[in-house]
């Protein structure tokens, strides 16, 4: 699909809701406040019983569409099934705790201009609802072009700040693969990057908030036995690669048991952790008591 460079494409957003109010108007608001205004809305929601629903339709905007889902599913199968009500060339997402800056869609848009441009990020804010301070989730430059081997080693895609191609969806059967909970994002855009351009816009363009519902035990726990499936299963990946995952596993498995306590079996554990910055970082974690530990709610991975 080429974008016409002479006129405003079409960006469909789509928004997946599953009891948000607690911070859903500020991410409507996000969204009218762009400066570029040729876009629509996919609200998906997943069968919410608070007053996300309310909430949202109390913003009057023709841009703004809602759909109520049939039955609530995994947040996956919801992904897709607004993707398919999308009319745009362009695919935005963005979830109901997060916010985009005024500028966040006319500066990625721009990028869309080179034609071999398949889907464009940037940087982003992390706002931590615990202590009240935000910061650069990335201070070094961010890569561009086919970075499937950067990407892999150190996931720095927010799903908040990306706009891809339609038709980049469109020529594989599937989007999200519905198996998966929690790394759907992540296995969808690896496989994507294998093949496709990646441009970045290098300064933050929108904030993700860190709150009470972000970081859980049984979220977490999910996330490790997801990624070792993922592992297992994906047979391209070359030795380094491989052995490059298996040690964030393990970082995020002791990281897992400090949370749970078992500090003996951390230490354990630690000891097949081959960087010397993680081995010092987990010791850390060890050392601070663990009320303090849970309120970090840093990226652990």
Request: charged share 25%.
């Amino acid at each position: 699909m080429l974008i016409n460079k002479n006129k405003h494409p079409l960006v469909s957003i789509i928004m997946n809701c599953y009891n948000g109010e607690t911070y859903i108007a500020d991410a409507v608001k996000s969204i009218l406040s762009q400066t570029f205004t040729n876009f629509e809305v996919i609200f998906w929601d997943n069968q919410s019983y608070d007053n996300s629903a309310l909430i949202y339709k109390n913003f009057k905007d023709n841009r703004l569409k809602y759909y109520y889902s049939k039955k609530h599913t995994s947040l996956y199968r919801a992904r897709n099934l607004a993707i398919k009500k999308a009319k745009g060339e362009l695919i935005a997402f963005l979830d109901t705790d997060d916010i985009w800056l005024k500028d966040k869609l006319s500066l990625q848009i721009e990028k869309f201009k080179d034609e071999k441009v398949k889907l464009v990020y940037s940087n982003y804010y992390i706002l931590n609802q615990f202590t009240g301070l935000k910061k650069i989730a990335y201070k070094n430059k961010l890569p561009e072009g086919l970075i499937f081997k950067e990407l892999l080693k150190n996931y720095f895609l927010g799903i908040g700040t990306v706009i891809i191609k339609k038709d980049i969806f469109l020529k594989r059967k599937k989007f999200f693969n519905q198996r998966f909970n929690i790394i759907g994002d992540f296995d969808n855009f690896i496989r994507i990057s294998k093949n496709n351009y990646f441009s970045c816009i290098q300064h933050p363009l929108s904030i993700y908030r860190i709150h009470n519902k972000s970081f859980s035990n049984k979220n977490y726990e999910m996330h490790i036995e997801e990624l070792k499936f993922w592992v297992n299963k994906n047979y391209f990946l070359n030795k380094n690669l491989l052995s490059y995952l298996k040690q964030k596993i393990l970082y995020m498995e002791i990281i897992l048991n400090i949370f749970n306590k078992k500090y003996t079996l951390s230490l354990k554990m630690l000891r097949k952790i081959r960087s010397a910055k993680k081995k010092i970082k987990l010791l850390l974690f060890l050392i601070i008591p663990n009320s303090i530990f849970k309120k970090i709610k840093i990226n652990f991975s």
